[in-house]
């Protein structure tokens, strides 16, 4: 059964700091891992990760996967009470259904 | 619109009332799909639209759920005799490409609360 993993299910920071969130998986015909950031409903689009090793980067946010071990990270370096929200990470299977595969998320709270 | 949108917003019902949930995708988004996202939890998917055919419903829980496309633009997904384990915000997300799609928009989804 296709799982996808996520930890810490959550976190609390100060401003500032620098966290990394991990999401392992194990999907079957694994083509990319994507993440959201989720602060009240719809989860917004942050990364699409298919090669591995090569880091995406966005401002004070980056993302990098490793296919081999099957897990990806996610950056958020000097962190702002913004930041403050669910993070996603979703498989993306390929061939047949177009689904994604998310995990439970992971809760940051960064008090200022 | 600018983005997918879903109505209601919020809806609650009674245990063993029909709900019917609507979703907008973005204009021309050939994909579109549904899921569930319990409290506390990640969104799991429900079914997958290419245009107006069904393609994949494996995800839909029981019989009681069924979602429809028409015209292959505006969904619905229905829920028979609902019951209190439906409670739910049920997001709706549509895609550009028809396969290899990568990229799918959310909408803001509707939180139903069964009593």
């Known amino acids: 059964e296709d799982k996808v993993v996520q930890s810490p299910l959550s976190l609390v920071v100060h401003e500032g700091d620098t966290v990394t969130l991990n999401c392992s998986y194990e999907v079957t015909n694994f083509r990319s891992l994507l993440w959201y950031k989720q602060e009240k409903k719809a989860p917004t689009f942050l990364f699409m990760l298919?090669?591995?090793?090569i880091e995406k980067k966005s401002g004070r946010l980056s993302s990098i996967l490793d296919k081999k071990e099957l897990f990806s990270i996610l950056n958020i370096t000097a962190t702002q009470t913004g930041d403050s929200a669910v993070y996603l990470c979703a498989a993306f299977k390929q061939g047949g259904s177009e689904k994604l595969v998310f995990g439970k998320g992971t809760k940051l709270t960064v008090n200022p | 619109g600018a983005g997918v949108s879903q109505s209601p917003r919020y809806k609650v019902a009674k245990r063993g009332q029909d709900v019917a949930l609507r979703c907008d995708p973005i204009?021309?988004?050939?994909?579109l799909f549904w899921y569930q996202q319990a409290l506390g939890q990640g969104p799991e998917f429900l079914t997958y639209?290419?245009?107006?055919?069904?393609?994949?419903k494996s995800g839909l829980p029981s019989d009681r759920f069924f979602a429809e496309r028409p015209e292959g633009s505006v969904s619905t997904l229905k829920i028979q005799r609902t019951q209190k384990e439906d409670s739910a915000v049920y997001l709706c997300a549509s895609s550009s490409r028809d396969r290899g799609t990568n990229e799918q928009f959310f909408g803001p989804g509707t939180r139903l609360t069964v009593l």
């Open positions: 204009s021309g988004h050939v994909s």
């Open positions: 639209f290419q245009n107006e055919a069904q393609l994949d």
């Open positions: 298919t090669s591995s090793g």
